[in-house]
């Protein structure tokens, strides 16, 4: 079965920094685009990054580009989001999807699959 597995969330300074990563398992990870996505307390949930399947292209929303970096390494199964230049409007549970297909989609909806999501504090 599916599963994603989400770790590295924590507490950070503002102007801090975290690595996310997510271990894939259950699926052909190197056939599937990949997202990040957040939810802060009392909000919906905000497509935050995407790539595509084979990495070579990478997707933000505008809340967090030239500050977030989405990679992913197919040999290990695994997406990374590197965090940098944290502000305190970042913190939010955040969550590793799996999209439907080869091609990153900003909608939620078009993801079929999600783990349980690491919380990212930012606070001085």
């Known amino acids: 079965q599916v599963q994603l597995v989400e770790s590295g969330g924590g507490l950070a300074q503002p102007g801090g920094s975290l690595r996310l990563s997510c271990a894939a398992s259950?699926?052909?990870?190197?056939?599937?685009?990949m997202s990040w996505a957040r939810q802060a307390p009392g909000k919906g949930l905000e497509w935050v990054s995407g790539?595509?399947?084979?990495?070579?292209?990478?997707y933000y929303a505008d809340s967090v580009k030239g500050r977030f970096t989405i990679s992913r390494d197919n040999a290990k199964n695994t997406l990374y989001l590197q965090m940098n230049s944290l502000k305190p409007e970042d913190t939010a549970l955040y969550y590793c999807?799996?999209?439907?297909?080869?091609?990153?989609?900003?909608?939620?909806?078009?993801?079929?699959?999600w783990g349980q999501g690491t919380q990212v504090t930012v606070s001085s």
């Open positions: 999807l799996k999209a439907k297909g080869v091609l990153y989609s900003h909608y939620v909806d078009d993801h079929d699959y």
């Open positions: 790539i595509s399947s084979d990495g070579s292209d990478t």
């Open positions: 259950g699926f052909t990870f190197s056939s599937y685009a």
